[in-house]
Each structure stands twice: as structure tokens, then as C-alpha cells.
């Protein structure tokens, strides 16, 4: 229930900041998708979404402490978290990285990653009007009990946050 309401707060809250959409939702998988311009260009951009740690809620980290979070941007990097007491998560891993235009990782993001799912989180960059013109989606597929469509809303809401965030990390320093 908690994450039902902390997802329809963040939408709204994120109505003026991002387009946010669930593209489709299906038992066996969907997608989502945001879309925000950022006044900065593509290079500043790819920049700060290597800087993961900066940006990223920290509510949504294994340690609640996104300052832990580390992103390699290069094939096979490691979208990971270091844990207190010596422990690690790797999130996700870098399949493409194309500085100034696209990165995109494959895995199963938070309570997804002890399912039977992956997905592709992809981060397309284009210049606009002297910024950047920013689409983030993530498409995951695979099994859960019960099935993957009731988590499409709530999996959109985190990932405008986070899209939100960036955005005013790059433009005013302050996630």
C-alpha cells in the first residue's frame, strides 16, 4: 500500500516536470517511458548520468544512501551499489554506452531483481533548443506471480523521480 501511495504522489508531483507513461502493461512484461528536457547539452547530460550517485533517491537504494551508487559507462560497467559492512548489489550492466547520445543497462531494478525478470533501461539523449531532449524507458519482461502489469504504475513513478531528479541536478546542482 505504502508504495501505491508513495507512486501516485511522485506523478503528480512529476506532472510538470516529466512526461511520464505507462506504454504497456501485460502480465508477462511492460514498458514505461519519460521524456524531459534539460538545459544543458547531450555531453553535460551523459555526464551526470554517469554520476548516478549525485541524483538517484537514495529511498530507493538497498543502504538508503545513494551516495553508494556507482555507474561505468562502457559495455559490461557496472550500474552498482556498495553496502555497509562490505557488501555490494550490481543493479544493472552497461550494454551500450554512446557518450553525448545513449546508455542503456539490462536488469531488474529494486524488488524486480529476485524475480524471474530482466529489462533494458535506456537513456536516449538529443539536442534541443540549446539543452536536451531526454527519454528514459525501461522495458521488462519475464515472470511474476500474479503478473507484471500492477507494477507498471508504481515502476513508472520511481523512474520520473529519478528522471526529475537528474533534471535538476544538471541544471541546478540540487537533485
Not at 547530460?45 to 550517485?53: D, K, M, N, P, R
Not at 545513494?66 to 561505468?72: I, M, Q, R
Not at 550494454?95 to 535506456?122: F, S
Request: charged share 15%; with cysteine.
Amino acid at each position: 500500500m505504502r508504495a501505491v501511495l508513495i507512486a501516485a504522489a511522485m506523478t503528480s508531483a512529476l506532472a510538470s516536470a516529466a512526461s511520464a507513461e505507462v506504454v504497456d502493461a501485460q502480465a508477462n512484461g511492460f514498458e514505461v517511458r519519460q521524456a524531459v528536457h534539460i538545459a544543458a547539452p547531450p555531453t553535460r547530460v551523459y555526464e551526470a548520468l554517469t554520476q548516478i550517485g549525485h541524483w538517484w533517491n537514495s529511498e530507493h537504494t538497498y543502504s538508503r544512501d545513494a551516495s553508494h551508487l556507482t555507474l561505468e559507462a562502457l559495455a559490461g560497467g557496472c550500474f552498482c551499489e556498495a553496502l555497509p559492512g562490505g557488501g555490494s548489489v550490481a543493479h544493472m550492466r552497461v550494454v551500450l554506452a554512446q557518450p553525448g547520445k545513449a546508455l542503456r543497462l539490462e536488469g531488474a531494478l529494486g524488488p524486480l531483481q529476485g524475480t524471474g525478470v530482466t529489462g533494458h533501461l535506456t537513456w536516449a539523449l538529443a539536442p534541443k533548443d540549446g539543452g536536451t531532449d531526454l527519454v528514459q524507458t525501461y522495458v521488462v519482461g519475464g515472470y511474476v506471480k500474479g503478473g507484471l502489469n500492477a507494477l507498471a504504475g508504481p515502476v513508472d513513478a520511481v523512474l520520473g523521480d529519478q528522471a526529475a531528479r537528474l533534471k535538476r541536478w544538471v541544471e541546478t546542482g540540487e537533485p
